[in-house]
């Protein structure tokens, strides 16, 4: 019906190739996270022992299907490879080790999402190297890695963005409440038939 909507694959980066392949074609944008460059960290926080080689081999195809990001006029995405990276407290992220292998590895034309918004929820709070947000240090460590490295495509989040993107729990109707119990009456439809 002429209808084209980029189809976007958001994802923690941690994909077989195999399936990545039968995506190919119709995949238009993929948003995959780069989340260590430490199999150890990978293991201990995200149970995932593999998680370097693997998402290094999934973002790879992913650039290899849709290449550096194109935009149209208006400056909205239509195609192509966007990275997110979060900057995480104690290096523990491998920033400067996943940054440079992205810039020489992969492309220094790819396109990186840098998020400082981390902060310590759940049970990070009880973990001393999660519990707590990143420093300004760490934060300018990686503004610079992206200048020393010549990554310039993308976005870098303000210092401070972890309070704006934590969700308002005491909220009432907040995305996670209790969903209230039905007491009104259910009355039956109708049943409509062929005659």
């Given at each position: 019906?002429?209808?084209?909507?980029?189809?976007?694959?958001?994802?923690?980066?941690?994909?077989?190739?195999?399936?990545?392949?039968?995506?190919?074609?119709?995949?238009?944008?993929?948003?995959?996270?780069?989340?260590?460059?430490?199999?150890?960290?990978?293991?201990?926080?995200?149970?995932?022992?593999?998680?370097v080689?693997?998402?290094?081999?999934?973002?790879?195809?992913?650039?290899?299907?849709?290449?550096?990001?194109?935009?149209?006029?208006?400056?909205?995405?239509?195609?192509?490879l966007?990275?997110?990276?979060?900057?995480?407290?104690?290096?523990?992220?491998?920033?400067?080790?996943s940054?440079?292998?992205?810039?020489?590895?992969?492309?220094?034309?790819?396109?990186?999402?840098?998020?400082?918004?981390?902060?310590?929820?759940?049970?990070?709070?009880?973990?001393?190297?999660?519990?707590?947000?990143?420093?300004?240090?760490?934060?300018?460590?990686?503004?610079?890695?992206?200048?020393?490295?010549?990554?310039?495509?993308?976005?870098?989040?303000?210092?401070?963005?972890?309070?704006?993107?934590?969700?308002?729990?005491?909220?009432?109707?907040?995305?996670?409440?209790?969903?209230?119990?039905?007491?009104?009456e259910l009355?039956?439809?109708?049943?409509?038939r062929?005659?």
């Amino acid at each position: 019906m002429g209808l084209r909507v980029p189809l976007v694959y958001n994802t923690s980066g941690y994909d077989s190739v195999a399936s990545l392949r039968e995506l190919d074609g119709i995949i238009s944008i993929y948003l995959p996270d780069l989340r260590y460059a430490s199999d150890n960290w990978a293991k201990k926080f995200s149970r995932t022992p593999d998680y370097v080689a693997r998402a290094r081999q999934a973002i790879r195809e992913m650039y290899r299907q849709v290449g550096d990001l194109v935009v149209d006029e208006s400056g909205s995405a239509q195609k192509g490879l966007i990275v997110r990276h979060l900057i995480l407290p104690n290096g523990l992220a491998g920033s400067e080790e996943s940054l440079t292998w992205l810039a020489k590895e992969l492309c220094p034309t790819v396109t990186i999402s840098i998020m400082s918004q981390y902060i310590p929820v759940h049970r990070a709070p009880r973990i001393p190297l999660l519990s707590r947000t990143i420093s300004l240090d760490e934060y300018e460590t990686v503004r610079q890695l992206l200048s020393d490295l010549g990554l310039e495509n993308g976005w870098i989040q303000e210092m401070g963005a972890a309070e704006n993107y934590l969700p308002d729990f005491e909220r009432e109707g907040h995305p996670f409440s209790p969903v209230p119990e039905r007491t009104e009456e259910l009355i039956p439809t109708k049943v409509f038939r062929d005659h």
